[in-house]
Protein backbone atom coordinates (compact mmCIF):
# COMPACT_ATOMS: atom_id res chain seq x y z
CA UNK A 1 0.00 0.00 0.00
CA UNK A 2 1.37 3.31 -0.81
CA UNK A 3 2.21 5.61 1.68
CA UNK A 4 -0.11 8.38 1.49
CA UNK A 5 -2.94 5.44 1.47
CA UNK A 6 -1.73 3.96 4.77
CA UNK A 7 -1.68 7.42 6.24
CA UNK A 8 -4.99 8.37 5.27
CA UNK A 9 -6.38 4.71 6.27
CA UNK A 10 -4.30 5.43 10.18
CA UNK A 11 -6.11 8.82 10.31
CA UNK A 12 -9.78 7.46 9.30
CA UNK A 13 -9.46 4.64 11.86
CA UNK A 14 -9.87 7.45 15.16
CA UNK A 15 -10.83 10.44 13.43
CA UNK A 16 -14.02 11.75 15.45
CA UNK A 17 -14.58 14.79 13.55
CA UNK A 18 -14.07 13.59 9.87
CA UNK A 19 -16.55 15.44 7.27
CA UNK A 20 -17.49 15.34 3.88
CA UNK A 21 -14.60 16.85 1.46
CA UNK A 22 -11.52 16.14 4.07
CA UNK A 23 -10.33 13.24 2.05
CA UNK A 24 -9.60 15.95 -1.13
CA UNK A 25 -7.45 18.15 1.23
CA UNK A 26 -5.93 15.20 3.04
CA UNK A 27 -4.60 13.73 -0.37
CA UNK A 28 -3.23 17.14 -1.18
CA UNK A 29 -1.71 17.68 2.11
CA UNK A 30 -0.38 14.28 1.99
CA UNK A 31 1.32 14.48 -1.90
CA UNK A 32 3.78 16.76 0.49
CA UNK A 33 4.84 13.83 2.55
CA UNK A 34 7.54 11.38 1.59
CA UNK A 35 10.09 8.89 2.84
CA UNK A 36 13.90 8.16 1.62
CA UNK A 37 16.59 6.68 3.61
CA UNK A 38 15.19 6.90 7.18
CA UNK A 39 13.79 10.92 6.48
CA UNK A 40 10.24 11.90 5.91
CA UNK A 41 10.11 15.03 3.87
CA UNK A 42 7.02 16.94 4.48
CA UNK A 43 6.41 20.18 2.44
CA UNK A 44 9.81 22.09 3.55
CA UNK A 45 10.84 19.98 6.36
CA UNK A 46 13.13 17.12 6.17
CA UNK A 47 13.30 15.02 9.44
CA UNK A 48 15.43 11.82 10.72
CA UNK A 49 12.94 8.63 11.72
CA UNK A 50 13.60 5.38 12.70
CA UNK A 51 11.40 3.35 10.61
CA UNK A 52 9.23 4.29 7.42
CA UNK A 53 6.36 3.57 9.23
CA UNK A 54 7.26 6.67 11.52
CA UNK A 55 6.13 8.59 8.36
CA UNK A 56 2.59 8.74 9.91
CA UNK A 57 3.66 10.29 13.15
CA UNK A 58 5.59 12.86 11.26
CA UNK A 59 2.50 14.08 9.85
CA UNK A 60 -0.15 13.77 12.76
CA UNK A 61 2.14 15.89 14.92
CA UNK A 62 2.28 18.46 12.25
CA UNK A 63 -0.84 18.52 10.80
CA UNK A 64 -1.32 22.93 10.51
CA UNK A 65 1.71 22.65 8.56
CA UNK A 66 1.35 19.95 6.61
CA UNK A 67 -2.92 20.93 5.44
CA UNK A 68 -1.88 24.69 5.80
CA UNK A 69 1.50 25.18 4.85
CA UNK A 70 4.20 28.24 5.96
CA UNK A 71 2.84 29.95 8.51
CA UNK A 72 4.27 32.70 11.28
CA UNK A 73 4.27 33.37 14.74
CA UNK A 74 1.77 36.06 16.21
CA UNK A 75 2.32 37.02 19.80
CA UNK A 76 -0.64 39.88 19.44
CA UNK A 77 -3.21 36.58 20.30
CA UNK A 78 -4.80 36.23 23.42
CA UNK A 79 -2.67 35.71 26.53
CA UNK A 80 -3.64 32.25 27.12
CA UNK A 81 -3.41 31.18 23.99
CA UNK A 82 0.70 33.25 23.27
CA UNK A 83 1.52 31.47 26.64
CA UNK A 84 0.96 27.91 25.35
CA UNK A 85 2.31 28.74 22.31
CA UNK A 86 5.55 30.17 24.23
CA UNK A 87 5.09 26.40 25.95
CA UNK A 88 5.23 24.57 23.11
CA UNK A 89 8.35 26.52 21.38
CA UNK A 90 10.25 25.01 24.40
CA UNK A 91 9.42 21.77 24.34
CA UNK A 92 9.88 21.48 20.83
CA UNK A 93 13.44 23.34 21.21
CA UNK A 94 14.32 21.29 24.06
CA UNK A 95 13.47 17.83 22.31
CA UNK A 96 13.05 14.29 23.67
CA UNK A 97 9.45 15.46 24.85
CA UNK A 98 7.52 14.81 21.61
CA UNK A 99 4.20 13.62 22.88
CA UNK A 100 3.62 16.47 25.12
CA UNK A 101 5.47 18.86 22.53
CA UNK A 102 2.74 18.37 20.04
CA UNK A 103 -0.22 17.79 22.71
CA UNK A 104 0.76 21.57 23.50
CA UNK A 105 1.05 22.88 19.65
CA UNK A 106 -2.27 21.56 19.00
CA UNK A 107 -3.36 23.10 22.71
CA UNK A 108 -2.76 26.49 21.14
CA UNK A 109 -5.41 26.06 18.64
CA UNK A 110 -8.01 24.53 21.27
CA UNK A 111 -7.43 27.41 23.79
CA UNK A 112 -7.72 29.82 20.60
CA UNK A 113 -11.29 28.28 20.37
CA UNK A 114 -12.27 29.53 23.44
CA UNK A 115 -10.47 32.60 23.37
CA UNK A 116 -11.99 33.41 19.91
CA UNK A 117 -15.66 32.48 21.60
CA UNK A 118 -14.83 34.86 24.54
CA UNK A 119 -13.90 37.50 22.54
CA UNK A 120 -17.44 36.72 20.06
CA UNK A 121 -19.43 37.14 23.99
CA UNK A 122 -18.17 40.93 24.34
CA UNK A 123 -17.85 42.69 27.77
CA UNK A 124 -21.92 41.31 28.40
CA UNK A 125 -22.99 37.77 27.81
CA UNK A 126 -26.72 38.02 28.04
CA UNK A 127 -27.85 34.30 28.71
CA UNK A 128 -31.11 33.11 27.95
CA UNK A 129 -32.78 30.12 30.04
CA UNK A 130 -36.42 29.04 29.70
CA UNK A 131 -38.17 32.59 31.31
CA UNK A 132 -35.29 33.47 32.78
CA UNK A 133 -32.83 35.99 31.56
CA UNK A 134 -29.27 37.42 32.88
CA UNK A 135 -26.56 39.37 32.27
CA UNK A 136 -23.34 38.05 33.20
CA UNK A 137 -20.35 40.71 32.59
CA UNK A 138 -16.69 40.12 31.79
CA UNK A 139 -16.97 36.58 31.58
CA UNK A 140 -14.98 33.76 29.21
CA UNK A 141 -16.09 30.63 27.55
CA UNK A 142 -14.86 28.44 30.99
CA UNK A 143 -16.48 30.29 33.72
CA UNK A 144 -19.14 30.22 31.12
CA UNK A 145 -19.15 26.15 31.35
CA UNK A 146 -18.83 26.55 34.82
CA UNK A 147 -21.51 28.96 35.41
CA UNK A 148 -24.81 27.10 33.65
CA UNK A 149 -23.05 24.05 35.48
CA UNK A 150 -23.72 25.34 39.02
CA UNK A 151 -26.88 26.88 37.79
CA UNK A 152 -28.09 23.24 36.61
CA UNK A 153 -29.47 24.61 33.41
CA UNK A 154 -29.85 22.41 30.51
CA UNK A 155 -26.69 23.16 27.84
CA UNK A 156 -29.53 22.09 24.82
CA UNK A 157 -31.44 24.57 26.06
CA UNK A 158 -29.34 27.77 27.25
CA UNK A 159 -28.78 31.10 25.01
CA UNK A 160 -25.88 33.04 24.84
CA UNK A 161 -26.68 36.41 23.10
CA UNK A 162 -29.62 34.90 21.09
CA UNK A 163 -27.25 32.08 20.21
CA UNK A 164 -26.82 27.94 21.51
CA UNK A 165 -23.95 27.88 23.45
CA UNK A 166 -21.27 25.66 21.93
CA UNK A 167 -20.91 23.50 25.15
CA UNK A 168 -19.64 20.24 23.99
CA UNK A 169 -15.88 20.87 21.94
CA UNK A 170 -17.53 19.69 19.02
CA UNK A 171 -19.67 21.85 19.28
CA UNK A 172 -17.33 24.69 19.54
CA UNK A 173 -15.54 23.57 16.57
CA UNK A 174 -18.85 23.76 14.37
CA UNK A 175 -19.52 27.29 15.78
CA UNK A 176 -16.20 28.42 14.69
CA UNK A 177 -16.79 27.29 10.96
CA UNK A 178 -18.11 30.20 9.91
CA UNK A 179 -13.94 32.21 10.78
CA UNK A 180 -12.63 29.23 8.64
CA UNK A 181 -11.71 27.97 5.29
CA UNK A 182 -12.32 24.44 4.35
CA UNK A 183 -8.30 23.50 5.10
CA UNK A 184 -8.66 25.34 8.19
CA UNK A 185 -11.65 23.93 9.28
CA UNK A 186 -9.85 19.99 8.48
CA UNK A 187 -6.64 21.31 10.47
CA UNK A 188 -8.22 22.33 13.85
CA UNK A 189 -10.57 19.51 13.76
CA UNK A 190 -8.02 16.89 12.99
CA UNK A 191 -5.43 18.50 15.47
CA UNK A 192 -7.82 18.34 17.84
CA UNK A 193 -8.90 15.17 17.63
CA UNK A 194 -4.89 14.23 18.18
CA UNK A 195 -4.68 16.28 21.29
CA UNK A 196 -7.84 14.62 22.94
CA UNK A 197 -5.76 11.24 22.09
CA UNK A 198 -2.52 12.34 23.32
CA UNK A 199 -4.43 14.37 26.86
CA UNK A 200 -5.95 10.65 27.47
CA UNK A 201 -2.72 8.39 27.15
CA UNK A 202 -3.86 6.96 23.41
CA UNK A 203 -0.50 7.51 22.26
CA UNK A 204 0.23 4.48 19.21
CA UNK A 205 2.96 6.82 17.01
CA UNK A 206 6.84 7.93 17.29
CA UNK A 207 6.20 11.72 17.30
CA UNK A 208 8.22 14.00 15.20
CA UNK A 209 6.64 17.93 16.12
CA UNK A 210 8.57 20.82 14.11
CA UNK A 211 8.72 24.43 14.71
CA UNK A 212 6.93 25.10 11.39
CA UNK A 213 3.77 23.05 12.67
CA UNK A 214 3.77 25.48 15.51
CA UNK A 215 4.20 28.44 13.61
CA UNK A 216 1.03 27.29 11.30
CA UNK A 217 -0.71 26.62 14.14
CA UNK A 218 -0.13 30.36 15.46
CA UNK A 219 -1.00 32.23 11.90
CA UNK A 220 -3.98 30.08 11.49
CA UNK A 221 -4.90 30.72 15.19
CA UNK A 222 -4.22 34.57 14.40
CA UNK A 223 -6.48 34.56 11.18
CA UNK A 224 -9.61 33.21 13.12
CA UNK A 225 -9.17 36.51 15.30
CA UNK A 226 -8.81 39.10 12.46
CA UNK A 227 -11.90 37.62 10.80
CA UNK A 228 -13.71 38.19 13.72
CA UNK A 229 -13.08 41.46 14.04
CA UNK A 230 -14.09 41.91 10.64
CA UNK A 231 -17.51 40.22 11.13
CA UNK A 232 -18.51 42.72 13.71
Known amino acids: MDLDKKIMKEIKGF ?38 KDSLGVFLANIPYAILGEGELHWDLPEKVTKVQGDALKLVEIGGLNEVATLETYLIMEMALRSLY ?40 VKINNEAFPYSQGSLL ?20 VRNLLAHGEVEWNLYPTRSSIESASFASWLLFQRLQKSK
Open 174 to 193: AWAESFMDEKTSLAFRLSIN
Open 118 to 157: TQWIGEVAVIKYKQKKVKVKNTDYRKLKLYLLKKGWSKYK
Open 15 to 52: FQYYKKGDDDILEEALSNVSYEKGKVKIRDEEIKVEKK
